[in-house]
């Protein structure tokens, strides 16, 4: 069965080298986040995922959640190792202090993010969610409301959910219908039905607490009539105890694709009168709230690409090593080889390697920005790094999760016949990764709001910041090439610049076109992601060869790992930045051919 | 549920107006096949394929093929719809009139092909096996084995099966291990154990029969040691009637990412001292007969990569037009719209439809030019078709089957979170899809070909003539974009003209490097084919475009059906033949990154 090990020598390159975990560890709030503590963190975090969440993938694959009269089973081990990870504290690692938790900043918990994503993806989605809930209620929940769940949640002893989706309201969620009644206590009656709501109902916990999008009766229509609001399941009395079953049922779960430990549940609220529910915040005010966690969610599903890609990555490399078929190309006489021999495996090894670190890259470097943003002592450097995480995460969750789904397709070809055998694990890699493009935000809504809120809104100053930056970076490039022996770095230093001007006209192509022909836009609005996320990744490269030059030249550290970080950025200057010409074209000229064909014709 | 409408108007264009379906009528042994009985032939086949298959696909989906002490049951009501199949004469289509067949050509079978794959992947899987088992005993049975076997092959009475694979042989079919021993009486003892078999064993006929990959006592190592037998699950007396039980059984099926509905067996030859079989041809050239076949069964993997694509567009269409969210972009105050509104929509069926055009107009294309090698008058010509659908093969396999997972996931998409729901039925396309790169050789091993035995060794004589025939449409796409009003033309004819330029620079390459750096040609092979196929698409969509201005000015047919033609190819043109330049400079360029890292640093 497939193993899983913790990649923390390239987890610690990223945090240490690139994204600034030392600089942030001298901002005012992070002091506690050293490079040591972070190392101490991410090998317990490696050995329960490897140990405890890892095994259990494969059992949530193949048992499911299993729905009975109300009630949702996990997978056979699921419950044990929820309680493991209550126990280890890992819920609290980045909840406040004063509830409970650890405080680290986002780039601290990113690294163990990512392995118990890798690890068990089912798995994670339950402490994922339940975070979003605990921000929802640390950011605008009363103290009242405050005391009552979340220390409970911070331990991990409650889990929460986040309850948007209506049958008619998915993307649209304009269109959320569910109704919140006031009642004379202050309390409010909830009546209406949610779909794909993640682990709304399992036997992990006791007690789960709902956070739920409603209407008031005499709510506005569209987005500013929705309200939030907390629902536990069972109610929670004044001295911590459990009261009555609130009238929130899972009334079916949902056969899904992939991701089958995780039960996706449709949530019936008010069936028998109405669940008991309190407001969050003011009313009125529910979707900006979401919209404020939305960030911090969709970076950690953005996270989930990165994370099955190195899980894949791992599996396809072992295989290609054990694996033996056919003779090495160019060897007469030879005998029969591992088909990591074989020059297509290694450019399917290298392809995903190298979109691996590419991806954690930008994911890394945007946890820092986003930490940066709360703990810079300097007000204007906070709205600068807060600038480049508005930026990045659209770019995080739509290009990671798309690309996750074609790392884990590219795993399944690694093994060929056996990658189609469900037995093997590969299979299950592809399955569970296609949700990622799906939930949070489609990556046509990414896409869209990359080149609305992210960029067109603020007339690109962001956009050409991060140009910039990129370009910037030239003179370093040009100086490691110049101190490098072959021609990798003049080549990665070549396509960055190739890209950046590319990227710069679909950019202009963009700013221009979005006041004058909104649908022309949109129909950029994907190709433009994928652009962006390439070139990023390829920038984060580039500068991740940089270093590994200086690094070479200054004869320190390990020579093999820093020479592999810079044939990695040039494999992806020849094998992927060079899309990136094609995809500018595309976003400047694909309007046109998108929008000509009447809809009756399709 | 999910509907299917067989795309007959479209499939009728690329008969008749690129594949030259009239022309080949023409031409000796091919008179029947007229477009007058191709079109009735399509019209039962729609039929069939809408009414029986496609409602059995998401059945044998859900219920799988049940294996049970070495019996194999389908799902319900296949073996049913198998009778139907049979008795409709659909096995005998292609197959020589002397056996029972029609003889049709090629070209006049292939969209009921795609057809049947679109209503019922798995399904279809038993039909094209035989057909594969029917194609080897023609080509090389012996008299005798004809009489023996094949009007019942022909009439779908019994399926015959294709053993090549085994576990230490599956690309590499140099390491088959199989055993045959010859008895006093001519016939063989067949041992040894096969996997991966499709329809290996099934309950929808009486017997099957089974060509068998194994080796002589005395036969040299590797591929030319390798013979070819027929094995029948049930011994065959002279009466035609069935004798022995042989020694050949199914110990298990394996449990698949999808394709369910079609059993993949695990076949055991000889556990009770040998399995009879009868050697096809001579001893020792089995594997020369099974690269006879493996065109056509390449092909036709390749028709299924269409086929899905199609499917999947239908329904995400029927989906996007159906499903009601958000309001229009641009439009203050309007209601809430079907999704089709959506530019990002709209591009990812633009997507789905130019790509399936494309596919469908390389894949006739190439079944013409396979008629044509066997049916034309003039040697020369023959030839030179021969050459062309050879060269056009692996690109028809690799380029359609890894294109049709790509719009198997554009369709989930489409769909957003309900694409992730089992019920909604996308999700089976993707699942079904993905085995269509791997079995019939990988996409690597295509790609292999590619470069090798159709490029390299021929010193890319077919590949120029094939760069040279695109630029000869420049022409008629100049003399077609001064006759037509808007600038679709114009941009098809640069996309074209440099696409062709970079295809022509990437063949360049390959051939300079093939017998320099056999590794680095390699590294190329894939990046080659999906730019082949990519150019080769874009070009038979350039000249539907041309084709379709020529209507348009005439005032000749539906115009709206041609505007259509000019739409998808510019759609093309921008969005996909934009990555073409990109994937030129990875040919060229990409190998240095590829190989450059120690095996040990994976």
Same mark, same amino acid.
């Given at each position: 069965?497939?193993?899983?090990?913790?990649?923390?020598?390239?987890?610690?390159?990223?945090?240490?080298?690139?994204?600034?975990?030392?600089?942030?560890?001298?901002?005012?709030?992070?002091?506690?986040?050293?490079?040591?503590?972070?190392?101490?963190?991410?090998?317990?975090?490696?050995?329960?995922?490897?140990?405890?969440?890892?095994?259990?993938?494969?059992?949530?694959?193949?048992?499911?959640?299993?729905?009975?009269?109300?009630?949702?089973?996990?997978?056979?081990?699921?419950?044990?190792?929820?309680?493991?990870?209550?126990?280890?504290?890992?819920?609290?690692?980045?909840?406040?202090?004063?509830?409970?938790?650890?405080?680290?900043?986002?780039?601290?918990?990113?690294?163990?993010?990512?392995?118990?994503?890798?690890?068990?993806?089912?798995?994670?989605?339950?402490?994922?969610?339940?975070?979003?809930?605990?921000?929802?209620?640390?950011?605008?929940?009363?103290?009242?409301?405050?005391?009552?769940?979340?220390?409970?949640?911070?331990?991990?002893?409650?889990?929460? !959910?986040?309850?948007?989706?209506?049958?008619?309201?998915?993307?649209?969620?304009?269109?959320?219908?569910?109704?919140?009644?006031?009642?004379?206590?202050?309390?409010?009656?909830?009546?209406?039905?949610?779909?794909?709501?993640?682990?709304?109902?399992?036997?992990?916990?006791?007690?789960?607490?709902?956070?739920?999008?409603?209407?008031?009766?005499?709510?506005?229509?569209?987005?500013?009539?929705?309200?939030?609001?907390?629902?536990?399941?069972?109610?929670?009395?004044?001295?911590?105890?459990?009261?009555?079953?609130?009238?929130?049922?899972?009334?079916?779960?949902?056969?899904?694709?992939?991701?089958?430990?995780?039960?996706?549940?449709?949530?019936?609220?008010?069936?028998?009168?109405?669940?008991?529910?309190?407001?969050?915040?003011?009313?009125?005010?529910?979707?900006?709230?979401?919209?404020?966690?939305?960030?911090?969610?969709?970076?950690?599903?953005?996270?989930?690409?990165?994370?099955?890609?190195?899980?894949?990555?791992?599996?396809?490399?072992?295989?290609?090593?054990?694996?033996?078929?056919?003779?090495?190309?160019?060897?007469?006489?030879?005998?029969?080889?591992?088909?990591?021999?074989?020059?297509?495996?290694?450019?399917?090894?290298?392809?995903?390697?190298?979109?691996?670190?590419?991806?954690?890259?930008?994911?890394?470097?945007?946890?820092?920005?986003?930490?940066?943003?709360?703990?810079?002592?300097?007000?204007?450097?906070?709205?600068?790094?807060?600038?480049?995480?508005?930026?990045?995460?659209?770019?995080?969750?739509?290009?990671? !999760?798309?690309?996750?789904?074609?790392?884990?397709?590219?795993?399944?070809?690694?093994?060929?016949?056996?990658?189609?055998?469900?037995?093997?694990?590969?299979?299950?890699?592809?399955?569970?990764?296609?949700?990622?493009?799906?939930?949070?935000? !489609?990556?046509?809504?990414?896409?869209?709001?990359?080149?609305?809120?992210?960029?067109?809104?603020?007339?690109?100053?962001?956009?050409?910041?991060?140009?910039?930056?990129?370009?910037?970076?030239?003179?370093?490039?040009?100086?490691?090439?110049?101190?490098?022996?072959?021609?990798?770095?003049?080549?990665?230093?070549?396509?960055?610049?190739?890209?950046?001007?590319?990227?710069?006209?679909?950019?202009?192509?963009?700013?221009?076109?979005?006041?004058?022909?909104?649908?022309?836009?949109?129909?950029?609005?994907?190709?433009?992601?994928?652009?962006?996320?390439?070139?990023?990744?390829?920038?984060?490269?580039?500068?991740?060869?940089?270093?590994?030059?200086?690094?070479?030249?200054?004869?320190?550290?390990?020579?093999?790992?820093?020479?592999?970080?810079?044939?990695?950025?040039?494999?992806?200057?020849?094998?992927?930045?060079?899309?990136?010409?094609?995809?500018?074209? !595309?976003?400047?000229?694909?309007?046109?051919?998108?929008?000509?064909?009447?809809?009756?014709?399709?």
């Amino acid at each position: 069965m497939s193993q899983y090990t913790a990649p923390i020598r390239d987890m610690q390159f990223v945090l240490n080298e690139l994204a600034g975990l030392g600089e942030l560890s001298s901002m005012p709030g992070c002091e506690e986040a050293t490079p040591d503590l972070v190392d101490a963190i991410m090998e317990e975090g490696g050995k329960f995922a490897a140990g405890v969440l890892a095994p259990l993938n494969v059992v949530g694959d193949r048992n499911g959640a299993k729905w009975d009269a109300g009630t949702v089973t996990t997978a056979p081990g699921w419950k044990d190792a929820y309680q493991q990870f209550a126990e280890g504290g890992w819920t609290a690692i980045g909840c406040p202090v004063e509830f409970g938790g650890q405080g680290l900043p986002k780039l601290a918990s990113t690294p163990v993010s990512e392995m118990f994503k890798s690890a068990n993806l089912a798995f994670s989605l339950g402490p994922m969610l339940t975070q979003g809930a605990i921000e929802a209620l640390v950011l605008r929940g009363s103290d009242e409301l405050k005391a009552k769940f979340l220390d409970k949640m911070v331990a991990g002893v409650w889990t929460g !959910t986040m309850n948007l989706t209506e049958p008619q309201a998915g993307s649209d969620l304009a269109a959320v219908r569910s109704k919140a009644v006031p009642q004379a206590d202050g309390s409010y009656l909830i009546s209406g039905q949610k779909i794909f709501i993640t682990y709304g109902e399992h036997d992990m916990t006791e007690n789960i607490i709902h956070l739920v999008l409603a209407r008031l009766p005499d709510a506005p229509e569209g987005v500013k009539g929705i309200s939030l609001f907390v629902v536990p399941k069972f109610m929670v009395n004044d001295d911590g105890s459990l009261g009555a079953r609130n009238d929130v049922h899972c009334v079916s779960i949902e056969h899904k694709l992939g991701i089958h430990g995780s039960p996706t549940c449709v949530m019936s609220y008010g069936d028998k009168g109405g669940a008991v529910g309190y407001l969050v915040g003011e009313a009125n005010r529910g979707l900006e709230y979401m919209f404020i966690m939305m960030n911090e969610a969709r970076f950690s599903v953005g996270l989930e690409g990165l994370a099955i890609s190195e899980r894949a990555y791992q599996k396809a490399v072992q295989y290609a090593r054990e694996r033996t078929q056919g003779t090495e190309l160019g060897v007469k006489g030879g005998g029969k080889v591992a088909i990591i021999k074989h020059p297509d495996i290694r450019r399917m090894l290298m392809t995903m390697k190298s979109h691996v670190e590419a991806m954690r890259a930008i994911a890394y470097v945007t946890a820092a920005a986003l930490d940066t943003a709360h703990c810079h002592a300097d007000a204007a450097e906070r709205a600068k790094a807060q600038a480049f995480a508005d930026f990045m995460i659209p770019i995080v969750k739509g290009w990671c !999760t798309e690309t996750g789904i074609e790392m884990a397709s590219l795993g399944v070809q690694v093994h060929g016949g056996m990658g189609y055998i469900e037995e093997t694990g590969a299979a299950q890699y592809l399955r569970d990764a296609r949700i990622s493009a799906i939930y949070e935000g !489609t990556t046509g809504i990414q896409a869209n709001d990359l080149i609305g809120r992210k960029m067109a809104r603020e007339g690109g100053i962001t956009a050409k910041a991060v140009i910039g930056m990129m370009r910037r970076l030239d003179g370093q490039l040009a100086e490691a090439a110049a101190g490098s022996q072959g021609e990798h770095l003049a080549v990665i230093r070549k396509a960055l610049a190739d890209s950046v001007t590319a990227a710069e006209q679909a950019v202009e192509y963009v700013l221009a076109t979005f006041g004058t022909d909104i649908k022309a836009a949109h129909v950029a609005a994907v190709p433009m992601l994928k652009l962006m996320g390439i070139v990023c990744g390829g920038w984060q490269m580039a500068r991740a060869a940089v270093i590994a030059q200086r690094k070479l030249e200054a004869g320190e550290g390990d020579a093999d790992f820093y020479r592999t970080k810079i044939i990695t950025a040039r494999f992806f200057a020849d094998h992927v930045m060079s899309q990136v010409g094609g995809l500018s074209h !595309t976003v400047c000229c694909g309007a046109a051919g998108a929008m000509a064909l009447d809809e009756a014709l399709f």
